[in-house]
């Protein structure tokens, strides 16, 4: 739980090496994210002040791109590890709008081609217009990381053909957090691992390691 809410996306953002997390969760809990992602940078953090880093961030292992409205200071503090491009964007969190591993990124179908090259050259990425079972916020819909993707259970076919094609790698529908079907919302992961909100059940930690080739 962060903040008494196991919605761990929302407030948290992962790739292979680097982890954002909010100021105000416990002491221990970088220590966890190092521990269970396998990472050597667990960073606190704000975006504009807020604690939403999930929500605001995507990041692969080439770069992040985020809210246009982070703060220089902000910036300074994630760009030690990681380099990072403001978007701006009516459709500014980053993390919502867009999903993306090494291979590829699938964003808001809105998004102008200037934003697709901007979100292109910073991820070092290919770039695809999509939705994920009917929703535009991609990011909050699924979750990608290099060896798998799940997302949400009313994914269609041709929405999960899409999203191989870009990301390269195989999807699976999946839940978590007790029967939501918006799995990017409920963790963080990358092919080391996962954190997951803790009402997500037994059979839905199943899925998710399979569907992010966990094991």
């Given amino acids: 739980?962060?903040?008494?809410?196991?919605?761990?996306g929302v407030f948290c953002a992962a790739n292979e090496n680097v982890g954002l997390v909010p100021?105000?969760?416990?002491?221990?809990f970088p220590d966890m994210v190092k521990k269970f992602l396998g990472i050597e940078h667990a960073i606190r953090m704000s975006v504009d002040g807020c604690s939403t880093l999930g929500a605001l961030v995507r990041m692969n292992s080439n770069g992040a791109v985020v809210s246009q409205s982070i703060s220089e200071e902000e910036?300074?503090?994630i760009g030690r590890v990681i380099k990072v491009t403001k978007i701006a964007q009516r459709h500014n969190a980053m993390g919502n709008n867009?999903?993306?591993n090494d291979n590829g990124a699938l964003v808001h179908p809105e998004f102008d081609d200037r934003t697709i090259d901007l979100i292109s050259k910073a991820l070092k990425v290919p770039v695809e217009r999509g939705t994920i079972a009917g929703y535009s916020t991609v990011g909050s819909s699924a979750v990608a990381t290099n060896k798998g993707i799940i997302c949400h259970p009313h994914t269609s076919s041709y929405e999960m053909e899409?999203?191989?094609?870009?990301?390269g790698v195989k999807a699976q529908l999946c839940t978590a957090n007790y029967g939501t079907g918006q799995v990017g919302a409920c963790m963080i992961a990358n092919t080391k691992g996962a954190l997951v909100g803790e009402t997500t059940t037994p059979i839905e930690l199943g899925k998710v390691e399979e569907g992010l080739v966990l094991y």
């Fill in 23 to 28: 100021f105000a969760t416990e002491s221990a």
């Fill in 75 to 77: 910036v300074r503090k």
């Fill in 1 to 8: 739980m962060i903040f008494g809410n196991p919605y761990v």
């Fill in 98 to 100: 867009v999903l993306a």
């Fill in 162 to 167: 899409i999203m191989e094609q870009t990301l």
